[in-house]
């Protein structure tokens, strides 16, 4: 896939003004009972959260890459007002009840697809029926929890090798520069059949931490190309991923990023021993 970017189209998007460069981000989500507070990760989210229009320019856009928007080509919201989905089962009813009313944008979600190609040099599908799932709302709702900047969501298409995944992430750099959060929510290591009650965030499973580290070694070293190879690791990833849709959102943050920006990563734990809860802020 080549990058065909057209960034005079971003002249078209009034609401996005020329920003300082953005940093970008990847955020290990883990189970959504994480979106509710009294735990770390919730904390760390918050924190996280404040340094935006302090340490950190305030977003005018977030375009968030979520595990759990899987679709045949790519699509973006397009909705005035997305939807908060409960995408999940058997969890309390307090977790149902969370709301995340950010607004979407249509005119910057009509640019930005026009903006990007995927294959055969398409643009992006625009959506009307998806909106805002608990990878995206969990982690968003903890850090800018006025839901007052607006969101797009970004689907992902399964069927494509993990290489255009990474190259289709490299058009969304130009984006950071007009004020836009690239959000990827996923885990680094999910095997939710491998999960055990109980165990601390310091257990994991010898797999979970020889995947998580070796892709944390990739990170911190600024290899972000060889991310992109994790399915040569064979019967590892399969351990790690039995499939791998909560690695993918990795793949876009790490596109959009630089290798040679400051990074710095946190949540360097596990849950249940088998879900790797590795984040990485860039810029």
């Not at 996005?16 to 760390?44: A, C, E, I, Q, T």
């Not at 294959?119 to 909106?131: E, F, I, K, T």
């Not at 982690?139 to 607006?150: G, S, T």
């Not at 060889?226 to 039995?242: D, I, V, Y």
Request: glycine share 10%; net charge negative; charged share 15%.
């Amino acid at each position: 896939m080549q990058a065909q970017i057209d960034s005079a189209l971003l002249d078209h998007i009034p609401a996005l003004k020329k920003s300082d460069r953005m940093p970008v981000l990847f955020v290990g989500h883990g189970s959504p009972m994480n979106s509710l507070p009294g735990n770390p990760y919730f904390s760390s989210w918050q924190a996280l959260g404040s340094e935006f229009g302090s340490k950190m320019p305030l977003p005018q856009l977030i375009l968030c890459i979520s595990a759990h928007w899987l679709t045949d080509g790519w699509h973006l919201t397009s909705m005035a007002q997305p939807k908060t989905i409960h995408d999940f089962g058997g969890f309390p009813q307090e977790l149902f009840d969370q709301q995340y009313p950010a607004p979407g944008d249509a005119d910057a979600a009509h640019t930005i697809s026009l903006m990007i190609r995927q294959r055969a040099s398409q643009p992006l599908g625009l959506d009307n029926s998806w909106g805002l799932d608990h990878g995206s709302w969990g982690v968003l709702k903890p850090m800018f929890p006025r839901a007052d900047i607006p969101v797009i969501q970004l689907s992902m298409d399964y069927s494509r090798p993990p290489e255009e995944h990474y190259a289709f992430a490299q058009q969304l750099k130009l984006l950071r520069h007009r004020g836009v959060l690239v959000v990827g929510s996923g885990n680094i290591v999910h095997n939710l059949q491998q999960m055990q009650r109980g165990a601390s965030g310091n257990q994991a499973y010898d797999w979970a931490l020889e995947f998580d580290q070796t892709t944390g070694g990739h990170i911190q070293q600024g290899n972000l190309d060889g991310l992109q190879n994790f399915l040569k690791l064979g019967s590892l990833t399969k351990m790690a991923h039995p499939t791998h849709e909560h690695y993918l959102p990795l793949l876009y943050a790490a596109g959009a990023a630089d290798a040679g920006e400051q990074m710095r990563m946190f949540n360097t734990n596990y849950q249940g021993g088998s879900i790797a809860m590795r984040s990485v802020l860039w810029g």
